[in-house]
DNA sequence: TGCCAGGCCGAAA
DNA sequence: TTTCGGCATGGC
């Protein structure tokens, strides 16, 4: 099969698949990337640092070697995955809605991000604006992440382990301004740093065994499960229903939302109308 | 000022 | 089993 990249010189690597570093950075499924004057991203994940840019219509700019393009990001950026086969097995006919948004939001892809910063985060993420969730979590990288110098010389911050945050000062966990979600995140690092809930066994877990565990944690109730699901351990047919997808299954699909339809990429598809659906709503195309 | 944000917990029915 | 009030905080 052929590949969706093609690694060339100086970090250059063209990508022939849906790739959108807006679309992707804007979707609400990571709240660490951010966006530089250079109109590239700078993201953050597991401790690695970094830069990529567009410079032209298929070709990328990684500020990496080839060696950790190879075993982080090209991973991380699930470029092994087609996006664009998942996007064409919508029935136009049958779903317009779900079509157009997988038109006008193709680029989004899945990260493969790492599945105790995505628990810590959702669980934050919970009665939230997206810009707020990213403040609480820039904060709290910043009060107990490791810091750390990227070969450019941008300090940065990975996330909070277990331990550091159960170690926090309670001053200094009430600085990232988690109101109420602060006692959430001090339960669920106590509960993994002891053993109480092992995540790492969930990869082998099913969606439904998956679910169950994580909602015995303090402060997980089924929609944040089902974004660890979905975003921490890569079960792309997890549908997560916030405040936004309720909204669209109402008016969108008054009669109903049928998830055997386009298994296993329910969470996919979900992606796009989520991202889809605050863009109308932004735009005011919707008379809201 | 009031309402909302990628909801969850605990109590009441 | 479902429903509902309360919850911290900031942006609009």
């Known amino acids: 099969m052929k590949r969706n990249y093609h690694i060339r010189e100086n970090g250059v690597v063209e990508i022939f698949d849906d790739f959108d570093l807006q679309k992707i950075a804007d979707s609400g499924q990571c709240f660490r990337w951010k966006s530089l004057e250079s109109g590239g991203y700078q993201i953050?994940?597991?401790?690695?640092?970094?830069i990529v840019e567009q410079i032209d219509e298929q070709m990328y700019r990684f500020h990496c070697t080839?060696?950790?393009?190879?075993?982080?990001?090209?991973?991380?950026?699930?470029?092994?995955?087609?996006?664009?086969?998942i996007r064409q097995r919508?029935?136009?006919?049958?779903?317009?809605?779900?079509?157009?948004?997988?038109?006008?939001?193709?680029?989004?892809?899945?990260?493969?991000?790492?599945?105790?910063?995505?628990?810590?985060?959702?669980?934050?993420s919970q009665n939230r604006s997206i810009p707020l969730i990213k403040k609480s979590i820039e904060i709290l990288a910043e009060k107990a992440g490791e810091r750390k110098i990227a070969p450019g010389g941008q300090v940065y911050y990975s996330f909070p382990t277990p331990k550091a945050i159960c170690d926090m000062e309670q001053e200094s966990l009430d600085s990232c301004k988690l109101g109420y979600r602060a006692k959430y995140v001090k339960a669920v690092s106590q509960s993994v740093?002891?053993?109480?809930?092992?995540?790492?066994a969930l990869n082998n877990a099913g969606e439904e065994e998956a679910r169950k565990e994580l909602?015995?944690?303090?402060?997980?109730?089924?929609?944040?499960?089902?974004?660890?699901?979905?975003?921490?351990?890569?079960?792309?047919?997890?549908?997560?229903?916030?405040?936004?997808?309720?909204?669209?299954?109402?008016?969108?699909?008054?009669?109903?939302?049928?998830?055997?339809r386009?298994?296993?990429?329910?969470?996919?598809?979900?992606?796009?109308?989520?991202?889809?659906?605050?863009?109308?709503?932004?735009?005011?195309?919707?008379?809201?």
């Open 66 to 85: 080839k060696n950790e393009f190879l075993e982080i990001w090209k991973e991380y950026l699930d470029l092994e995955e087609n996006y664009r086969a």
């Open 193 to 200: 740093l002891e053993g109480e809930i092992d995540l790492s």
């Open 44 to 50: 953050i994940h597991q401790g690695h640092f970094l």
């Open 90 to 124: 919508i029935n136009k006919d049958e779903d317009l809605f779900l079509y157009t948004a997988s038109q006008k939001e193709a680029g989004i892809r899945m990260l493969r991000q790492d599945l105790w910063e995505i628990l810590i985060s959702f669980i934050i």
């Open 215 to 260: 909602m015995g944690l303090y402060g997980v109730g089924r929609k944040v499960a089902d974004c660890v699901i979905l975003y921490g351990l890569y079960q792309k047919d997890a549908f997560p229903i916030d405040v936004w997808m309720k909204k669209i299954l109402s008016r969108e699909y008054p009669d109903g939302y049928s998830l055997d």
């Open 262 to 288: 386009y298994r296993p990429y329910n969470g996919v598809y979900q992606q796009y109308m989520f991202a889809y659906y605050r863009w109308l709503s932004a735009n005011q195309n919707l008379g809201l």
